[in-house]
């Protein structure tokens, strides 16, 4: 999994949308109260701290392999203060618990990175028996309309010279492909679904907020006195095309894939 240097003040104030998702998704979790739980890809932290108060008599983990963002996870949660809460710098693909949880949960992390094979193969290894998995991730067509915006700009003459040697960053896994993964893991399926999302941000100024916090791949490869000028211009591209809704707020189509599954052996 690629490491970006994250800034994660910035990232903490543009995640809202990511914030309400992930909220959707914990609602799904069912929780009693006593789970041990690791979040993957735990960003900031805040989305950890909500499950850590659902589990007060149980303990969660949050990992993350950006040091920035489990540096700013430390710092706002302290374990003085969030005594069953924890965060870890850990890479994803390179897991190294054994039989410590009973639930993971991913939300929007797992687009990231390019092979899955040892990410699901370390979750099985990581949960207890009947322990469950709950992830959701970018999937097959997400964000189509933003990525269109990029290429346009990004191979007009003013940025090309910046992208010699680009690779597209991202994994957006479809259904059945996915399945087999957790099959040959081990893992029995509950549900494998793509999920249409309609993603809202506070204007022009928002959509740019979330394309200079997340679509690091991109705009880490743009000199930093230019790269406000390279947002601004995906950004009003894309509104070209779809425009700001009457309330002033700028939607995005988004292509979530949930994944829900059990170790039971």
Known sequence: MNTYRWNAKDYERNSQAQQKWARELIANLDLRGGEAVLDLGCGDGKVTAEIARLVAGGSVVGIDNSRQMIALAKETYPHSRH??????????????????????????????????????????KSLRTGGKILLR?????????????????????EWARYFTGF??????????????????????????????KDMMHDGKSGLEGWIRTTWLPY???????????????????????????????????????????????
């Open 219 to 265: 705009t880490g490869r743009i000199p930093e006195e230019k790269r406000a000028t390279f947002i601004e211009e995906v950004c009003s591209g894309y509104l070209e095309k779809v425009p700001l809704a009457a309330d002033g707020q700028a939607h995005v189509a988004m292509v979530m894939i949930e994944v829900e599954a059990e170790k039971i052996t």
């Open 167 to 196: 690779e597209f960053p991202y994994t957006f896994p479809g259904v059945e492909e996915y399945r087999a993964l957790l099959k040959e893991s081990g893992f029995s399926i509950n549900r494998v679904e793509l999920i249409p």
């Open 83 to 124: 005594p069953n809460l924890s965060f870890q710098v850990m890479d994803a693909s390179d897991l190294s618990f054994a039989e410590c949880f009973d639930v993971v949960f991913s939300n929007a992390v797992l687009h990231w990175v390019k092979n899955h094979q040892p990410v699901i193969e370390g979750l099985y």
């Open 137 to 157: 991730m970018g999937g097959k067509g997400d964000a189509e309309g933003i990525i269109s915006a990029i290429d346009d700009v990004k191979a007009s003459r």
